[in-house]
């Protein structure tokens, strides 16, 4: 019992003090890694501009946009689908698949026209 006891007094102090060195030693060497991985994929650890956030918010929220006409496509194909020749069903179908893409259309208009404007307006006022 005494052999245990003088163990655990001489390793527990050892193990204190050598995991916050170790874990201190652990992170520069992931965020080195991390560092490491965004500059060689382009990123800067730089400040955005305001410019570069407004362009990456539109271009996120248009993304987002663009996935949601999509779920509504193929939800109007599965109505479509699954009409099995009822009147109504096909014409939902038909709606919504036709509304779908009229709205995919005009996010993509969006995402083209704005760019094309922020870029104009970034040279012009760089």
Same mark, same amino acid.
Request: overall charge neutral.
């Given at each position: 019992?005494?052999?245990? @006891? $003088?163990? =655990?007094?001489?390793? #527990?102090?050892?193990?204190? %003090?050598? $995991?916050?060195?170790?874990?201190? /030693? *652990?992170?520069?060497?992931?965020?080195?890694? =991390?560092?490491? /991985? &965004?500059?060689?994929?382009?990123?800067?650890?730089?400040?955005?501009? %305001?410019?570069?956030?407004? =362009?990456?918010?539109?271009? =996120? #929220?248009?993304?987002?946009?663009?996935?949601?006409? @999509?779920? $509504?496509?193929?939800?109007? &194909?599965?109505?479509?689908?699954?009409?099995?020749?009822?009147?109504?069903?096909?014409?939902?179908?038909?709606?919504?698949?036709?509304?779908?893409?009229?709205?995919?259309?005009?996010?993509?208009?969006?995402?083209? !026209? /704005?760019?094309?404007?922020?870029? *104009?307006? !970034?040279? $012009?006022?760089?």
């Amino acid at each position: 019992m005494k052999k245990l @006891l $003088f163990l =655990v007094i001489l390793i #527990v102090p050892v193990l204190l %003090f050598s $995991f916050p060195a170790l874990a201190s /030693t *652990a992170l520069d060497t992931v965020m080195g890694s =991390v560092t490491a /991985t &965004g500059t060689s994929a382009g990123l800067n650890s730089e400040p955005q501009s %305001f410019q570069d956030l407004l =362009v990456g918010t539109i271009n =996120v #929220v248009l993304g987002l946009l663009g996935i949601v006409a @999509l779920g $509504f496509i193929v939800y109007a &194909g599965i109505l479509y689908a699954s009409s099995m020749g009822e009147k109504d069903k096909v014409e939902k179908g038909r709606k919504t698949l036709t509304y779908a893409i009229i709205g995919m259309v005009l996010i993509i208009a969006a995402y083209a !026209i /704005t760019n094309y404007l922020l870029s *104009a307006i !970034i040279t $012009f006022a760089g």
